[in-house]
């Protein structure tokens, strides 16, 4: 048996022997035990073929601990891979992740831990330590040179001014300057302001606002003048950004009671001249003084400079006030629009050029600051004009603010294009036009303008009529067409009415009721269906933050808006770098003293709003508003009696009666109970509750007070007349 076996294994060394040099590697003696070789791979890894010559000389083994490796048969011409046996341990490529272990080895193309050749060496990943199986040194930067230091430093100190500007201020200034708002915060729309040193005090803006819906008969509100009688001395002028009612409407009843020097731009002294021959005031037009925009003005102890900004009406403006105690920048209303229909655009030069010098203080629109992102240049609505007259087959009404001069211009030359006759309907929308015809803002030629007599003698499709009331008041124009009032215009349903504006807070309610009357006349309304048919005048978030980055001031006052958008606007500054203890949140009547080392609120002065009657241009008294506002929710009750002298006691019956307290079928029976509270006063009085018809009057008002507020929980006005007879 061992002669059969020998040649067995003779034969296969021999085979062995003859393998391809690719499919075997030299085994190396270990070096620690040369007797034995080394420990083969991983026993269940299929031993790695070379696919490339091996450049140096590998001697053949037959045999590795004890395991005979056995050529690959050919059949038919294609190799067969040799049967693996089960107790035979092969080697296996090891996986990338593991790392190879470290061993010295004679032969560079042998792996460190196994027989095989490495032919992947040029894939290999570099060692992260800068050799193979070395660690290189720690990296230990040099030490930086002084020139460096100091570029370094010099580098910081730039930026550091660059973003803080307003540190070249004076700190040791000692001077001290109040801004205190009257109108126009916590609402939107009466806006005036008042600044002052010790020596003067100037205006800013003169704004009226509109009433809400309780305050009945009431056209319009007006700042309370209190505090300005109170400082009447230090006041050298009234200063006006631009001509909007909301900053100018409430000039002529302020002059009726004080004068001052006023200084505007032309349009702008313009409309309040139009106001002023309304009112009668023409002798104070002597007191205007027209300004040139980045031209200084010394007003008082300050210098002002009026900055060419964009906004819904021509000439608005920004103002730049060095004072004192350093420069303050008052953004009044705008926004940024980059394609204006004058084709004049903000003067953003003016802000980045104070803002590099040093602004103490800024003052901010913050109407839109809810609005993110960038407010719609208002040539959009031109496009959308473009649409609506195309569509519209018959007569095209167009409703906006009379004051709005880019938006009725673009209206009126979509029209005339489309070969329409303007008619312009509303005295405040007629002056404005006319206004600024004469001023050269508007050029069209006055053949394309008809009076409002001459619309009938046109075919409905070659009338454009432009028109007050897109705020739904009473009287403008627009509501009288809706309520078939007005006497040259009749609605037909073929015309079309666009109201290329939105609604004021606090006017919703007559908006929609105006809506409402001209959709039951049957007309085509145009109004918020359409994308771009109205835009905002105001800068939404990223023109606020493009403001305070340019001006980068050390205080910020947030203005113009109700408490939640100078909240929100306080929010936009912190992000965009002003310090939170640099802010203060107003409200009228809050005055705030300003140094280059604080600001702080110091007292409250008196504010409010007068009532006036546009029908008169009278004033209306608070108590005549409240009365009504009575007589809308609790009604009123009358009382009319006849009471003799001697007896002191009634004359036939009292003459009762009552509105909006009780319905009519009920009138009798509450008549005949306030007789019986009548009748039992009068004969438990004592003497001292019946000595005058004054005295009867007030006791009989407190007792059927009584009675009603028991019995109806309301509160009526109650009227006593009594004769004594």
């Not at 405040?428 to 006319?434: F, K, Q």
């Not at 009548?678 to 004969?683: A, E, K, R, V, W």
Request: charged content about 25%.
């Amino acid at each position: 048996m061992e002669e059969n076996r020998q040649p067995e294994k003779n034969q296969n060394q021999e085979n062995v022997t003859k393998n391809d040099s690719q499919n075997s590697t030299e085994v190396k003696p270990r070096r620690d035990r040369p007797d034995r070789p080394r420990r083969a791979g991983n026993p269940h890894r299929r031993p790695k073929t070379s696919t490339q010559p091996l450049n140096n000389v590998v001697k053949e083994k037959t045999e590795v601990n004890g395991n005979v490796h056995a050529p690959a048969k050919e059949v038919d011409g294609n190799k067969e891979k040799p049967k693996r046996n089960p107790n035979h341990k092969t080697q296996h490529k090891r996986p990338q992740h593991k790392k190879p272990e470290h061993r010295k080895t004679e032969n560079k193309n042998t792996k460190p831990n196994g027989n095989r050749p490495n032919h992947n060496n040029k894939n290999k990943k570099p060692n992260r330590n800068g050799g193979a199986g070395k660690r290189s040194k720690k990296f230990i930067p040099g030490p930086m040179s002084e020139a460096m230091k100091a570029s370094i430093l010099e580098n910081n100190e730039v930026n550091e001014l660059r973003m803080n500007p307003w540190k070249q201020i004076n700190m040791d200034n000692k001077n001290k300057v109040r801004f205190t708002p009257l109108g126009g915060l916590g609402e939107i729309g009466g806006n005036m302001a008042v600044m002052e040193d010790d020596e003067c005090a100037f205006v800013i803006d003169v704004g009226m606002s509109f009433p809400d819906e309780t305050m009945h008969g009431v056209d319009i509100l007006v700042p309370d003048f209190s505090y300005l009688h109170a400082i009447k001395d230090k006041i050298v002028a009234v200063v006006i950004t631009h001509a909007h009612e909301d900053h100018i409407g409430a000039v002529p009843y302020l002059y009726k009671e004080l004068q001052f020097p006023l200084w505007g731009t032309p349009l702008a002294l313009a409309m309040i001249e139009n106001k002023f021959q309304e009112h009668g005031l023409m002798e104070h037009v002597k007191l205007f003084n027209f300004v040139t925009k980045r031209k200084q003005y010394q007003i008082g102890s300050f210098k002002i400079e009026w900055m060419h900004n964009t906004h819904s009406i021509i000439d608005a403006c920004s103002l730049a006030i060095e004072s004192k105690v350093g420069t303050f920048i008052h953004t009044a209303d705008f926004k940024i629009d980059h394609t204006p229909i004058d084709n004049q655009t903000m003067d953003l030069q003016r802000f980045a050029y104070y803002g590099s010098k040093g602004v103490l203080c800024l003052f901010s629109d913050s109407t839109n600051s809810h609005n993110p992102g960038y407010t719609k240049s208002e040539a959009v609505v031109g496009k959308t004009f473009d649409r609506l007259f195309a569509l519209a087959t018959g007569r095209v009404i167009m409703s906006t603010f009379s004051s709005n001069t880019h938006r009725v211009f673009q209206a009126m030359e979509r029209g005339i294009a489309a070969g329409r006759k303007v008619c312009v309907i509303g005295r405040s929308m007629e002056r404005n036009i006319e206004t600024t015809r004469r001023l050269g803002y508007v050029d069209l030629d006055d053949r394309h303008f008809i009076e409002p007599h001459e619309v009938p003698k046109y075919a409905e499709n070659q009338v454009l009529i432009v028109t007050t009331g897109s705020q739904g008041e009473a009287m403008a124009a627009l509501s009288r067409m809706a309520a078939n009032e007005h006497r040259h215009v009749k609605l037909k349903p073929n015309d079309t009415i666009i109201i290329s504006a939105h609604a004021i807070p606090g006017n919703e309610g007559s908006v929609s009721s105006l809506m409402n009357k001209l959709v039951k006349a049957g007309v085509t309304v145009r109004y918020k269906d359409f994308e771009n048919i109205h835009v905002s005048g105001h800068a939404s978030q990223g023109e606020q933050q493009l403001i305070l980055r340019l001006v980068q001031p050390k205080f910020f006052l947030p203005v113009h808006g109700e408490y939640n958008h100078i909240f929100k606007h306080s929010k936009t500054a912190i992000e965009c770098g002003v310090d939170p203890r640099n802010i203060l949140l107003m409200s009228d009547g809050d005055q705030i003293e300003i140094t280059t080392k604080y600001l702080k609120k110091v007292k409250t002065v008196k504010t409010g709003k007068s009532y006036i009657d546009n029908q008169n241009n009278k004033e209306i008294k608070s108590d005549v508003v409240e009365e009504r506002q009575k007589l809308s929710q609790d009604g009123i009750v009358n009382i009319a009696m006849q009471i003799n002298k001697e007896s002191k006691k009634l004359i036939g019956k009292a003459v009762i009666s009552s509105s909006g307290l009780v319905p009519e079928k009920e009138s009798k029976r509450f008549a005949h109970e306030i007789e019986n509270i009548i009748d039992t006063f009068l004969i438990n009085a004592e003497e001292k509750q019946l000595t005058s018809t004054t005295t009867i009057q007030n006791e009989l008002t407190g007792v059927v007070r009584k009675f009603v507020v028991r019995t109806k929980r309301r509160y009526p006005i109650i009227s006593v007349v009594v004769f004594m007879v």
